[in-house]
């Protein structure tokens, strides 16, 4: 009787102490299911055209990066900002050169976006908007890496899915002996 009801505060309070990452890892996984990634992407506010191969040439101007975003997107430009330097967990870390235009823009619903362009080839790299930072925080939510969110193999989302591997063969086995132990008591009265 000791050890059942030892077992079943382990149960508990091990659910108490991982419900909060379970709870995140349940909203993080709807908002994706209920999020299409095109829009999230910011596909939709590109004006679809033929492929052109990229070539490199001389640095554009600012004024030059507006028009491009004019031309290729559905987007109103409205300032340029040349980005140097390589943050973790910026919103344009999946593009490995740099400098980059960061072209803030709004859209037909007055929403902010930011285009990142390429200064050299003139190429639309990015599109980050509300939509896709709130994806964002909903991934670094799902695989615990709230900064870079970029490291699904670390440690917390280790510990985590173990625990909570571990929480729920618990509760079954706990369901399981519990029957059981209810229909040896049943009996004995």
Do not use: C
């Not at 999020?35 to 554009?60: W, Y």
């Not at 362009?117 to 939510?141: A, H, N, V, Y």
């Amino acid at each position: 009787m000791k050890a059942a009801l030892t077992s079943r505060k382990f149960h508990r309070y091990l659910g108490l102490v991982i419900s909060v990452q379970l709870l995140l890892w349940t909203v993080s996984g709807i908002y994706f299911s209920y999020n299409d990634i095109t829009e999230v992407r910011g596909e939709h506010f590109l004006i679809k055209e033929a492929k052109n191969t990229v070539k490199e040439r001389e640095k554009i101007s600012f004024s030059r990066a507006k028009e491009i975003v004019s031309s290729k997107t559905y987007l109103v430009p409205y300032d340029v900002i040349e980005i140097v330097d390589e943050f973790p967990g910026s919103e344009y870390r999946k593009v490995n050169r740099l400098p980059l235009y960061k072209v803030e823009a709004l859209s037909q619903k007055q929403e902010e976006i930011d285009v990142y362009l390429d200064p050299f080839t003139e190429e639309i790299l990015l599109i980050r908007s509300f939509k896709w930072r709130m994806w964002d925080l909903m991934w670094g939510f799902h695989i615990m890496d709230w900064n870079e969110r970029d490291n699904m193999g670390n440690i917390f989302i280790k510990i985590f899915s173990i625990l909570a591997f571990v929480s729920a063969l618990s509760g079954v086995i706990l369901f399981f002996t519990s029957r059981k132990r209810a229909r040896v008591t049943s009996k004995n009265l």
